[in-house]
């Protein structure tokens, strides 16, 4: 069975309640469960911090066996060189998501220092983003 591992940064946990303008109404439990009927082959697995080496230790933890990591890193996105090295550490391909277009908003947000890093890219889709974000992976074990 193929294991994808979310990794959500901070106050991603806020989902549903955080600016719902700008990430919607959904909390991402919720969201986990439609992701997880939607791939009933793939196990998905889910882990949310709000600290920065939390993150980069869950990477260090799946980055030798999980088949990819869809990573939504939060505002940490804009400032972690520890992220960008971690995720140059690991074996796993990572997929940077974001669930709003980051380059649509304020200056500081369109400079991504993990994306040089990652697979790819997939952002502004809403929460769909994390579906495209594991289609893509799927489509690289194919
Ligand atoms: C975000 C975009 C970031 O700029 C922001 O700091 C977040 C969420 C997104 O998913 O749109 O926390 O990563």
């Known amino acids: 069975m193929m294991k994808i591992q979310?990794?959500?940064g901070p106050n991603l946990n806020l989902l549903g309640k955080r600016e719902p303008s700008v990430y919607g109404n959904g909390c991402f439990e919720d969201y986990?469960?439609?992701l997880?009927?939607?791939?009933p082959e793939v196990e998905i697995d889910f882990f949310q911090s709000n600290v920065e080496g939390e993150l980069i230790n869950k990477l260090h933890e799946v980055g030798?066996?999980?088949?990819?990591?869809?990573?939504n890193a939060g505002a940490y996105t804009h400032t972690s060189?520890?992220?960008?090295d971690a995720i140059r550490a690991i074996q796993t391909p990572v997929v940077e998501v974001h669930i709003s277009n980051v380059h649509a908003r304020e200056e500081f947000r369109h400079k991504s220092l993990i994306?040089?890093?990652?697979?790819?890219?997939i952002?502004?889709?809403g929460l769909d983003s994390y579906r495209l974000a594991i289609e893509a992976l799927l489509e690289l074990k194919r």
């Open 81 to 84: 060189v520890a992220l960008h």
């Open 32 to 34: 986990l469960k439609v």
């Open 115 to 121: 994306s040089s890093a990652c697979k790819g890219v």
């Open 64 to 71: 030798f066996s999980a088949d990819g990591i869809v990573l």
């Open 6 to 8: 979310i990794v959500n």
């Open 123 to 125: 952002l502004g889709f």
């Open 36 to 39: 997880r009927s939607r791939f």
